[in-house]
């Protein structure tokens, strides 16, 4: 088997999760592309665990715990997603800017301009 036709494969899967990212508004969406490019790379570590014919089997090892890091991922990003889906209504990414909690209350700033006179 040759090494190309898995590395072509996992750069089309990753270039399509990007995309996914930077393209997306909903959360759920955002959070399957990133799985995506995570499972891009977990073809490539094995691929070429497989073409170097690693006696340790590292590349294996790695794609397992980076399956395991990507469910925990994946368990706390849907829980986040689903907190703010409760509170807000809607899963839109660009709506989570209004999330922020501003740096000072306009109580302080009226405070301080009353102190300042």
Known sequence: MHLAYPAVLAALLFCVGLYGVLAR?????????????????????????VWLRDALHAGQALTLFTIAIAAAEIGIGLAIVLMVHRNRGTSDVDRLRDTAEPTHSPDETDEKAEAAA
């Open 25 to 49: 508004r909903n959360a759920i969406l955002v959070l399957m592309s990133v799985e995506l490019m995570l499972n891009a790379v977990n073809l490539n570590l094995v691929a070429f665990d």
